[in-house]
């Protein structure tokens, strides 16, 4: 792996055991989770699937694709996510259907056509995003389906203009790069909606779907009691393409066209 790559590596190997606790234990994770699970399931088949999870740690995503009998190739660069990830399976007894890999989402080290889906939930933003793009678009079967989850260079804009940080707003919007930072992980790069789907369809894919996620949750400086009625609301606001350019995240589904 290239030094940067390996820098990336050691920083989340120093969170690999309390990451799924501090990533995907709040109510904004759990709109999050649901939302793409839910979208999931109108895009893969019911029959096994062969899926590569880029960026994929510690497996939160591709166990509950395996117990539904997909074969999983989970692909990180922290070996002691890919540690937690191999234990996670071996709770859900699913070892056998997920395999680990170490190695960069910028050259992946599989044939041609070899996978019906691939899942990148937020790891696309320490990727090289062109280059990522094609050996994404290389790797997957004609047919086959990208699920991609980007965080919104626009949501910080928003979120800061509603505290009255006037200047850091200004500042965030002349940034051509912009990087956010959630709960100690290292730093991802941020897109705007134009930016992503520009990216995709330069590559060459279909985009099937556009979804914002958390289009509200995250600008709530108290959140409600009656949680399910505002995770009901998100799931609705994910529906409205046009929301999407101020969610916290943007979540794509692409397809690679049918030759």
Same mark, same amino acid.
């Given at each position: 792996?290239?030094?940067?790559?390996?820098?990336?590596?050691?920083?989340?190997?120093?969170?690999?055991?309390?990451?799924?606790?501090?990533? &995907?234990?709040?109510?904004?994770?759990?709109?999050?989770?649901?939302?793409?699970?839910?979208?999931?399931?109108?895009?893969?088949?019911?029959?096994?699937?062969?899926?590569?999870?880029?960026?994929?740690?510690?497996?939160?995503?591709?166990?509950?694709?395996?117990?539904?009998?997909?074969?999983?190739?989970?692909?990180?660069?922290?070996?002691?996510?890919?540690?937690?990830?191999?234990?996670?399976?071996?709770? &859900?007894?699913?070892?056998?259907?997920?395999?680990?890999?170490?190695?960069?989402?910028?050259?992946?080290?599989?044939?041609?056509?070899?996978?019906?889906?691939?899942?990148? &939930?937020?790891?696309?933003?320490?990727?090289?995003?062109?280059?990522?793009?094609?050996?994404?678009?290389? #790797?997957?079967?004609?047919?086959?389906?990208?699920?991609?989850?980007?965080?919104?260079?626009?949501?910080?804009?928003?979120?800061?203009?509603?505290?009255?940080?006037?200047?850091?707003?200004?500042?965030?919007?002349?940034?051509?790069?912009?990087?956010?930072?959630?709960?100690?992980? *290292?730093?991802?790069?941020?897109?705007?909606?134009?930016?992503? #789907?520009?990216?995709?369809?330069?590559?060459?894919?279909?985009?099937?779907? #556009?979804?914002?996620?958390?289009?509200?949750?995250?600008?709530?400086?108290?959140?409600?009691?009656?949680?399910?009625?505002?995770?009901?609301?998100?799931?609705?606001?994910?529906?409205?393409?046009?929301?999407?350019?101020?969610?916290?995240?943007?979540?794509?589904?692409?397809?690679? *066209?049918?030759?």
């Amino acid at each position: 792996m290239v030094r940067k790559d390996k820098e990336l590596a050691r920083k989340y190997d120093l969170l690999a055991e309390k990451y799924n606790e501090k990533i &995907h234990s709040s109510l904004g994770a759990n709109i999050r989770n649901r939302i793409i699970f839910s979208t999931l399931e109108k895009f893969i088949d019911q029959a096994p699937s062969k899926i590569l999870d880029a960026g994929g740690g510690t497996g939160f995503y591709s166990i509950p694709l395996a117990l539904k009998g997909h074969k999983i190739y989970l692909l990180d660069t922290s070996e002691k996510m890919l540690k937690k990830a191999r234990e996670n399976a071996h709770e &859900h007894g699913v070892s056998e259907r997920v395999r680990t890999i170490r190695g960069s989402m910028d050259c992946l080290e599989f044939p041609d056509s070899c996978f019906d889906v691939i899942l990148c &939930h937020l790891a696309f933003g320490y990727t090289k995003p062109s280059q990522t793009l094609s050996e994404f678009y290389r #790797v997957l079967e004609n047919g086959g389906i990208l699920s991609l989850t980007v965080a919104n260079k626009y949501y910080y804009s928003i979120r800061e203009s509603l505290k009255g940080n006037f200047p850091e707003v200004e500042e965030i919007l002349q940034t051509e790069r912009f990087f956010e930072s959630p709960h100690g992980i *290292p730093r991802i790069k941020t897109f705007t909606r134009s930016e992503i #789907v520009s990216l995709c369809l330069d590559a060459s894919f279909e985009l099937l779907r #556009v979804k914002g996620i958390k289009v509200v949750t995250d600008y709530l400086s108290e959140i409600p009691r009656k949680t399910r009625i505002l995770e009901r609301l998100e799931e609705k606001m994910s529906e409205i393409e046009d929301l999407s350019s101020m969610a916290r995240h943007i979540y794509l589904i692409c397809r690679k *066209p049918l030759h």
